[in-house]
Each structure stands twice: as C-alpha cells, then as structure tokens.
C-alpha cells in the first residue's frame, strides 16, 4: 500500500491513513533537524563572522555619512535578500529614522532583460554598477558559493569605480572570494548547504541593519 494514501471521509474531507500519519511524524523529524541544524550552524558562525559584519557595518555608516549609497546584488534567493536589505535601509529596520540610501539592482526586470538580451546575463548587475555607482559608494555582493559570474563582474566593476565591497558568500568564498581587495570585506560562512547559507545570511543583513542602526542613532 502507498505509505501517502488517503481516504475520503463521509463529510467529503480527506482521512489521512495510518502510512500518512507515519510519514507525517517523518517530517516532523526532519523538520526539527532542519530546525537543529540552523541554529547549530548560527552558533558555530557566530565567533567567525561578528567581527566582518561589524566592519561592514562600520563601512557602511562611513559611506552613507558622506553622502554615499549601498548597492546590493544576487540571484534567485540573494536576490531576494538584496532586496530585503535594501528595503530595511530605505525605510526602516527596527527604530524609527530617516530613510537610507541603497538601492537593490535586480529589481528592474527592463533593466535586467535589455541588458541580458543585449549583451549577456553576466553583466547585468555590471552595468548598472557603472553607470550609477561613484566613488565612496558601497557594493553588498551576495553569492552563496561565491561563483556567481554576474556578481563577480558587478565585483570587477566596484574595483574600477573605487567603489568598496562586502562580498557576502558560503562554502569557501568561491572565485569571488579570491578577488577581493584588502580594502574589501568577507563574510563568508562556514558551511556546504545552500539552505543553511542563505539562513544566516538573511541573520547576517539583520545583524548589519541593527548595527547601522546602533552606529547613527547612538543605541545602546
């Protein structure tokens, strides 16, 4: 019998069998290590990455002091922290304040599809680094192995504009994380799973839109 049949009950609704009801204490199994296993990886990273994250942040407040704006690129789910981070700094993370300046470059699909269809997908962060980024500025590079071609080349494209660079990566940094300047900073986490990264790399924009924070309001 499959362990996921069901059966209709005289209401009309579905009966879960006693192979579902299994299954469905399998997932919670999995689920709770899931649930284990990313708060193990957040504790582990923790030593690694607050200092990075702290002169980041640092970094950061520096370039938005001097009239400066983050720019922050990714793929699929880094593109979607991209945009998170850029949304918490330009209206607000937890505190009340003036709205930052950042700006994510994934999300104009005419941009991005004029750019790829023109060219080639490996330069449609590239471009616009170049044409809206100016010294001083600051690029939030998001790649989870650290071998993402477009961001790479957004990265290149930061290093001829004088334009700084977090490079938020996983694994080991990838290619990405071998042509980083000095001046540049790396946070990288220290695990294998794409899921896991993303998980504390989501924790790692919390934690540097808290700092931010801390660092232009003066909150303890």
């Known amino acids: 019998m499959n362990p996921f049949d069901t059966r209709i009950g005289f209401d009309g609704s579905f009966v879960a069998s006693r192979g579902t009801m299994a299954a469905d204490m399998d997932l919670i199994a999995r689920i709770s290590e899931n649930f284990s296993e990313s708060a193990h990886l957040k504790l582990q990273a923790m030593d690694a990455l607050a200092g990075p994250i702290a ?25 979607a922290d991209s945009q998170h981070f850029s949304a918490e700094m330009l209206n607000r993370f937890e505190m009340e304040r003036p709205g930052l300046a950042a700006i994510a470059l994934t999300t104009d699909s005419s941009t991005l599809t004029s750019i790829a269809n023109d060219y080639d997908y490996e330069q449609i962060f590239s471009k616009q680094v170049r044409a809206l980024g100016q010294a001083g500025d600051m690029l939030l590079a998001i ?11 957004a990265v290149q494209a930061a290093h001829e504009g004088q334009i700084g660079v977090v490079a938020l990566t996983g694994h080991h940094g990838g290619r990405m994380g071998e042509l980083l300047l000095p001046s540049d900073i790396h946070i990288c986490v ?16 919390h934690c540097l839109c808290d700092a931010i924070d801390c660092l232009l309001l003066g909150v303890e």
């Open 55 to 79: 002169a980041a942040a640092e970094c950061m407040v520096r370039c938005l002091r001097q009239d400066g704006k983050i720019m922050s690129c990714g793929n699929g789910g880094s593109a």
């Open 190 to 205: 220290p695990a294998q799973s794409t899921a896991r990264i993303q998980e504390v790399h989501l924790l790692t924009l």
């Open 143 to 153: 790649s989870t192995s650290g071998n993402s071609r477009n961001v790479i080349a």
